[in-house]
Structure formats: structure tokens, C-alpha cells
């Protein structure tokens, strides 16, 4: 039955629709990854917009006593994608946190507690897909532990006052240190310098 009305008329017809049918489709994706990204752009700058501790009583930028909770206390206080990576030792998706090529002057933060733990003059691009930095703001500031997970041997870094696993630090970092803290994005808040340098 379609064989026999199947001329080159209504082939041409067929193939105008489908352009018309391909322009809307096109249009369509296009207004929605626009409403898309409006809709995401606020979150992608993240650490500044939100409220730092929101909910979490341990948060404080300024004490540095330490934070010992269970995990059914921190559980509850942190955001899930916090909570995996500070308590259950995750990593985020390499190239997936908008800090990693973020040069603002200012002070990165623990998450989870508030820890100050990297200033923005120690962070460099070292295109390992995590934000990166060759010092922390001082010493007592992160914790150092032997990490042999996955067949591998590398030094894992925590939060010096609550613990929370940050990332690792690796020997193949720019002078003066040497060093690369490969941290990710997720457990880092930031907050910009109010004087420029
Ligand atoms: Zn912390």
C-alpha cells in the first residue's frame, strides 16, 4: 500500500518534513541545554555560593580543636557527595570540579569542618583532573598517611582537624616544595580574598 503512493513527490515531501521535523528537534536541544546550563551555572561555582557549614555544627573556620564524630554523626551533617569522599575515602570524577582551573585569590577550606587548609598562591595547574597545590597553609594542617589501596603505594592526605580524606600528595610538584596535593574539588570551600593581591 505505502510502495505504490511512494513517489518522488511524496519522497520530497518525506524529506521536507524530516528537515522541518530535524530544524524543531535541533531548536528544542538547543533552548533546553540553554535552560540547562542557566539553571546549572549557579552550582558550578559551588564552594562560594552556598552557605559554608550549613547544618554542620563542627564547622568553624576559626577553632582548630579537633573533630571526632561516629560515622552515623558525620552521616548526617554532611552532603552525600561530602560524606563520600571525606568519610568513605572517595574520588571525584578527574576534570569534574570547577576549582581545579579556578585562579582566585583566597583560602580553601575543609568542608567539612573548615579547616583552613591551602591559600590560592599554591595552587597550579597541573592538569591532573584535581584541583591542585604545592604547599599547605601550614603543616599542622593536613595529616600524612601510607596508602596501598588499589596496587598502589601513595601518601594519602586528611584534614588535620577532622580527618576527612582530602586526596593524595605525590613528588612530582613545582619548585620550591616538590610537591603535588591532588585534592579534590568536593571537599574544598572557598572563600575569595577581600584584598587583592
Ligand atoms: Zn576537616
Given at each position: 500500500m505505502y510502495q505504490t503512493t511512494f513517489t518522488p513527490l511524496?519522497?520530497?515531501s518525506v524529506m521536507k518534513i524530516r528537515f522541518a521535523c530535524g530544524l524543531l528537534f535541533s531548536y528544542?536541544?538547543?533552548?533546553y541545554s540553554c535552560s540547562a546550563q542557566q539553571k546549572n551555572s549557579p552550582a558550578?561555582?559551588?564552594p562560594t555560593m552556598e552557605t559554608p557549614?550549613?547544618?554542620?555544627?563542627?564547622?568553624?573556620r576559626t577553632d582548630s580543636s579537633r573533630v571526632n564524630l561516629s560515622e552515623e554523626e558525620?552521616?548526617?551533617i554532611l552532603p552525600a557527595d561530602v560524606y563520600y569522599i571525606a568519610r568513605e575515602k572517595g574520588t571525584e570524577r578527574p576534570w569534574s570540579s570547577p576549582i581545579e582551573h579556578?585562579?582566585?585569590?583566597?583560602?580553601?577550606y575543609c568542608k567539612a569542618c573548615g579547616n583552613p587548609l591551602f591559600k590560592s598562591d599554591t595552587k597550579f595547574e597541573s592538569g591532573c583532573g584535581w584541583p591542585s597545590f604545592f604547599d599547605p597553609i601550614k603543616k599542622g594542617s593536613l595529616l600524612y598517611l601510607r596508602d596501598r589501596s588499589h596496587g598502589m603505594d601513595r601518601t594519602e592526605v586528611q584534614c588535620g582537624r577532622c580527618k576527612a580524606?582530602?586526596?593524595?600528595?605525590?613528588?612530582d610538584g613545582p619548585p620550591p616544595t616538590g610537591l603535588r596535593y591532588c585534592i579534590n574539588g568536593v571537599i574544598l570551600d572557598f572563600e575569595k580574598s577581600s584584598t587583592k593581591k
Amino acid at each position: 500500500m505505502y510502495q505504490t503512493t511512494f513517489t518522488p513527490l511524496s519522497c520530497y515531501s518525506v524529506m521536507k518534513i524530516r528537515f522541518a521535523c530535524g530544524l524543531l528537534f535541533s531548536y528544542s536541544l538547543l533552548l533546553y541545554s540553554c535552560s540547562a546550563q542557566q539553571k546549572n551555572s549557579p552550582a558550578k561555582i559551588g564552594p562560594t555560593m552556598e552557605t559554608p557549614g550549613k547544618n554542620n555544627p563542627v564547622y568553624s573556620r576559626t577553632d582548630s580543636s579537633r573533630v571526632n564524630l561516629s560515622e552515623e554523626e558525620w552521616k548526617k551533617i554532611l552532603p552525600a557527595d561530602v560524606y563520600y569522599i571525606a568519610r568513605e575515602k572517595g574520588t571525584e570524577r578527574p576534570w569534574s570540579s570547577p576549582i581545579e582551573h579556578s585562579s582566585e585569590v583566597g583560602t580553601y577550606y575543609c568542608k567539612a569542618c573548615g579547616n583552613p587548609l591551602f591559600k590560592s598562591d599554591t595552587k597550579f595547574e597541573s592538569g591532573c583532573g584535581w584541583p591542585s597545590f604545592f604547599d599547605p597553609i601550614k603543616k599542622g594542617s593536613l595529616l600524612y598517611l601510607r596508602d596501598r589501596s588499589h596496587g598502589m603505594d601513595r601518601t594519602e592526605v586528611q584534614c588535620g582537624r577532622c580527618k576527612a580524606h582530602l586526596g593524595h600528595v605525590f613528588e612530582d610538584g613545582p619548585p620550591p616544595t616538590g610537591l603535588r596535593y591532588c585534592i579534590n574539588g568536593v571537599i574544598l570551600d572557598f572563600e575569595k580574598s577581600s584584598t587583592k593581591k
